[in-house]
Protein backbone atom coordinates (compact mmCIF):
# COMPACT_ATOMS: atom_id res chain seq x y z
CA UNK A 1 0.00 0.00 0.00
CA UNK A 2 1.14 3.66 -0.85
CA UNK A 3 2.36 5.86 2.08
CA UNK A 4 0.04 8.72 1.14
CA UNK A 5 -3.31 6.43 1.16
CA UNK A 6 -2.18 4.93 4.43
CA UNK A 7 -1.61 8.41 6.27
CA UNK A 8 -4.84 9.82 4.60
CA UNK A 9 -6.65 6.85 6.62
CA UNK A 10 -4.71 6.96 9.63
CA UNK A 11 -6.09 10.83 9.71
CA UNK A 12 -9.52 10.16 8.80
CA UNK A 13 -9.90 7.44 11.80
CA UNK A 14 -8.10 9.80 14.07
CA UNK A 15 -10.58 12.32 13.33
CA UNK A 16 -13.57 10.50 14.04
CA UNK A 17 -12.14 9.33 17.40
CA UNK A 18 -11.66 13.04 17.89
CA UNK A 19 -15.22 13.60 17.33
CA UNK A 20 -16.76 10.96 19.04
CA UNK A 21 -14.52 11.02 22.66
CA UNK A 22 -14.15 14.74 22.36
CA UNK A 23 -11.23 14.94 25.20
CA UNK A 24 -8.89 12.07 27.18
CA UNK A 25 -9.52 11.29 30.25
CA UNK A 26 -7.64 9.65 32.74
CA UNK A 27 -7.62 8.75 36.84
CA UNK A 28 -4.33 9.95 39.07
CA UNK A 29 -3.88 8.91 42.26
CA UNK A 30 -2.48 11.03 45.23
CA UNK A 31 -1.57 9.88 48.53
CA UNK A 32 -3.05 12.51 51.15
CA UNK A 33 -1.80 11.20 54.71
CA UNK A 34 1.28 8.68 55.24
CA UNK A 35 1.92 8.18 59.10
CA UNK A 36 3.07 4.98 59.71
CA UNK A 37 0.22 1.87 59.30
CA UNK A 38 -2.38 4.83 58.52
CA UNK A 39 -2.68 5.85 54.69
CA UNK A 40 -4.94 7.67 52.91
CA UNK A 41 -5.43 8.46 49.28
CA UNK A 42 -7.73 10.21 47.17
CA UNK A 43 -8.64 9.26 43.16
CA UNK A 44 -8.78 12.37 40.82
CA UNK A 45 -10.15 11.78 37.25
CA UNK A 46 -9.05 14.74 34.86
CA UNK A 47 -10.06 15.77 31.16
CA UNK A 48 -7.36 16.79 28.87
CA UNK A 49 -10.48 18.10 26.34
CA UNK A 50 -9.45 17.71 22.19
CA UNK A 51 -11.57 20.76 20.05
CA UNK A 52 -13.55 19.52 17.14
CA UNK A 53 -11.76 21.59 14.84
CA UNK A 54 -8.56 19.42 15.58
CA UNK A 55 -10.92 16.35 14.43
CA UNK A 56 -12.19 18.29 11.48
CA UNK A 57 -8.60 18.90 10.34
CA UNK A 58 -7.31 15.75 10.38
CA UNK A 59 -10.42 14.42 8.73
CA UNK A 60 -9.91 17.21 5.87
CA UNK A 61 -6.16 16.48 5.89
CA UNK A 62 -7.15 12.60 5.32
CA UNK A 63 -9.38 13.03 2.91
CA UNK A 64 -6.89 15.44 0.69
CA UNK A 65 -4.21 12.73 1.32
CA UNK A 66 -6.60 10.05 0.28
CA UNK A 67 -6.98 11.98 -3.14
CA UNK A 68 -3.64 12.93 -3.69
CA UNK A 69 -2.45 9.54 -3.27
CA UNK A 70 -5.21 8.11 -6.03
CA UNK A 71 -4.25 10.92 -8.20
CA UNK A 72 -0.59 9.37 -8.32
CA UNK A 73 -1.30 5.95 -9.35
Same mark, same amino acid.
Given at each position: ?? /? =??????I #? &?? #? $?? !? &????? $???? /?T???????G? #???? /? /??????P =???? !??? !?? =??? $??? =???? $?????
Amino acid at each position: MK /T =LPLVGII #L &IV #L $GI !L &IFVFQ $GITY /TTHKKIVDIGP #LQAS /T /TEHKTVP =LPPI !LGG !LA =LVG $GIL =LLVA $GRKEA
